[in-house]
């Protein structure tokens, strides 16, 4: 029997069409009603109930949080999905794998991606120090730990951004491949897709808008839009290099240009006026 929980939303999309390949045309915006599957593993709730699965010690040559060679014990994350999900009501193609960390990060990747992929959900350090089950992370001067469970891959390469690596995590999701988009896409300013783009990519992992993306950071939308209490120049030179602002920020540097820091805060001036439906 399936354990996972499963949600069922019927909302609302858009899909942007054209009346005739003239540029001078209006587009035509037409409603669909779609029904929407959510669904969550509680992986601290399987692990209790020893529902992970078969366990093995996986080695990781380049571990991409630790920046060296690891080993760890895992289970199988894709089979894990296999045995308590029924794959066969639900397109991979058109579906997203979220993954959920206890500081509310909220990566997230194609489903078929990670299906595809040799994938583990670890859940001990094998060279962790004697007496602990995880070695301490350092990052940007902070200290953090991976447990309870951490996503490795034994045959992905660090360098490939397609794959996510989250440790600290809790819950898995699967919902729809193209959910963020549907609530967040700038419909009436198409000249804003870049900085909703960009926001989509390094962004939402951590902030939320309209409480859509992760928690690690602040919803940026409402009550008030961040565009509204920062002064426009300031904001734009922070998410450029936030540890110009702030000591021991959590924030990293996204590697990002000033100009396209720009066109993250237009994307955000847009959805101040697009704020939570109380």
């Not at 990747?109 to 602990?132: C, H, R, T, Y």
């Not at 198409?190 to 939402?204: A, D, H, V």
């Amino acid at each position: 029997m399936k354990t996972a929980k499963i949600h069922i939303l019927i909302s609302c999309f858009y899909i942007c069409s054209f009346l005739s390949c003239n540029p001078k045309k209006e587009q035509k915006i037409e409603a669909i009603a779609v029904a929407q599957t959510e669904i969550k593993l509680d992986l601290l709730d399987l692990q209790k109930k020893n529902k992970l699965g078969k366990d093995t010690v996986i080695t990781i040559e380049n571990d991409p949080v630790y920046h060296k060679a690891k080993k760890y014990k895992a289970v199988s994350a894709s089979v894990l999905i296999k045995s308590e999900i029924d794959l066969t009501k639900i397109d991979p193609k058109n579906t997203k794998i979220v993954f959920e960390c206890v500081d509310g990060y909220k990566p997230e990747m194609p489903l078929e991606l990670f299906l595809n992929a040799k994938s583990f959900l670890a859940f001990q350090d094998v060279d962790a120090p004697k007496g602990s089950e995880w070695e301490t992370i350092f990052k940007d001067g902070n200290h953090m730990n991976a447990a309870p469970f951490y996503i490795v891959y034994s045959s992905v390469s660090e360098k490939d951004t397609r794959y996510k690596w989250p440790y600290n995590l809790v819950r898995i999701y699967l919902e729809p491949l193209n959910k963020s988009t549907l609530e967040l896409f700038p419909l009436k300013n198409r000249k804003l897709e870049s900085g909703y783009t960009l926001f989509k990519n390094q962004c939402i992992t951590c902030h939320s808008i309209n409480g859509i993306g992760g928690t690690m950071g602040p919803e940026l939308n409402y009550p008030k839009s961040v565009t509204e209490y920062w002064k426009e120049k300031e904001l734009v030179n922070y998410i450029v290099n936030p540890a110009s602002f702030r000591n021991k920020v959590k924030m990293p540097t996204l590697g990002i240009s000033k100009q396209q820091s720009q066109e993250i805060v237009d994307y955000l001036k847009y959805m101040s006026e697009h704020k939570k439906s109380n």
